[in-house]
């Protein structure tokens, strides 16, 4: 059974907090997919893994955050933006709102790798800085869990950033009614490295928070080769991130 939070009463959530110490938050965005996912990608994908996640762990899941910090993607219609000084105040809140039952930990996870630096950073002001209740507080993404190495093993793009093979595939498991893949397209510009290494992956995201960015400098939003998607590939994925989410927080939190 999946304990959500906002689905269960407050004298239900009172008994249950006594039986699970850890809450997960899934942090999305709002933001262009390019021409055939849509806007709520991120979010959709990480609200999936964390019900999957809490499963296997006995974790309460928090309500979803469905927007974050996605300057990037502007001017591309439908993006909504939070300033990262939204965001961290937002996260604060609801840490601070968390730690008052019982909870000993709260696990960020964000499906949007574009403010996961963000995210370290509320999370490092959190721990250091507020009174929580004894509650720690974690950062994990799916992205920072596995490695770009591990990921070759089932894409066969040659970089993967955005809107392209992995995204595509995870929705078309996810979410199929959502993808049209008439629409799919390849887009890797000359000025984003090659090759999927974690080198090769760090530079292209150096260069596209410095001086390129996907929702100007890119003819349709994607970055990588979402033609390669498929249905098989998205459950593989999506099981290797719910192995390393579920590993990684089961460690961290005994």
Known sequence: MTLLWAEKSTTQLSELTKQTKVALLPIGSTEQHGPHLPLGTDHIIAWELCKEVAKRINAAVLPLIPYGYSDDHLPMVGTI???????????????????????????????HAGHIYHLFAVTQWLNTSHDLHGMTVHNISPYTVVSMETLSSILEEEIFIHAEELETSLMLFLRPDLVDMSKAVKEVPDFIPRGMTTANFNEAIRILTTSRFLGRDFKTGVCGDATLASREKGEKLFNLFVNALTEEISRVTK
């Open 81 to 111: 933006s939070l300033r990262p000084s939204t965001l961290v105040r937002l996260v604060r809140d609801i840490a601070v709102g968390v730690s008052k039952y019982g909870v000993k930990h709260l696990v960020l996870v964000s499906g």
